[in-house]
């Protein structure tokens, strides 16, 4: 039963079918299937799965890649209500584009998979300035910031991801909020990261989950 779930659902994620997508959740559902496991078992392995495809430069393309991740996560978010033991969420970022960056695809993409993965998101959308950034991972108890960048200019910017730094380090929140960034130029200069002083990078939205995992333990502790 499971594994014709997981394939009836693949099969509807790479068709970006949101409408077949849900109804094959549904349907294993109402015939016995655990809303603990369609998360674990289904939604999660298949965000891996797109994983390998970025890696191996498939056909998928950009817009595939964020459906999948928003129906990733309008299913975790609906089946998360029906388990039986509501799990912990791990943690929170709050994410958004650096200033003067209006290219918010990428970071939705990511918020999409890092909701799928029990992580809450404040989304603060494009342009965002330092201050806010840090003033709402203040207000949400956030442990990430997350600054996407399109281009190199908003990237290296000294009212981006430097300005997040310097302001944090400023208050004594260096250890108890991490940055993290993303973007088209990390990928072509994977140092960049260090230049703009985040604690870390995220080549693609998988990674991302795994990436920021390891900073909210590391700044909870």
Same mark, same amino acid.
């Given at each position: 039963m499971l594994e014709q779930v997981i394939t009836k659902y693949h099969e509807a994620i790479v068709d970006t079918d949101c409408d077949r997508a849900m109804q094959v959740v549904h349907d294993a559902v109402a015939q016995g299937v655990s809303p603990e496991d369609i998360v674990l078992k289904v939604v999660i392995p298949t965000l891996s799965l797109m994983d390998t495809s970025l890696k191996e430069g498939s056909n998928v393309n950009l817009a595939q890649h964020f459906m999948i991740a928003q129906i990733a996560s309008d299913v975790t978010e609906e089946m998360l209500?029906?388990?039986? #033991?509501?799990?912990?969420k791990v943690g929170t970022i709050v994410l958004g584009t650096s200033p003067g960056d209006f290219h918010g695809l990428g970071a939705r993409i990511v918020a999409g998979c890092l909701r799928a993965c029990m992580i809450e998101?404040?989304? !603060?959308? !494009? #342009?965002?300035a330092p201050e806010r950034f840090v003033e709402q991972a203040i207000a949400h108890d956030a442990e990430v910031i997350g600054i996407s960048s399109l281009m190199v200019h908003t990237a290296r910017g000294e009212d981006g991801c430097l300005r997040v730094r310097q302001i944090l380090k400023d208050a004594g929140l260096e250890d108890k909020i991490k940055i993290i960034v993303g973007g088209v130029p990390y990928r072509w200069d994977p140092d960049l990261y260090k230049v703009v002083q985040a604690d870390a990078w995220a080549e693609n939205a998988i990674a991302a989950v795994q990436i920021v995992t390891s900073l909210i333990k590391e700044a909870q502790k």
């Open positions: 209500a029906k388990f039986r #033991n509501p799990p912990e998101v404040v989304d !603060l959308g !494009l #342009n965002v």
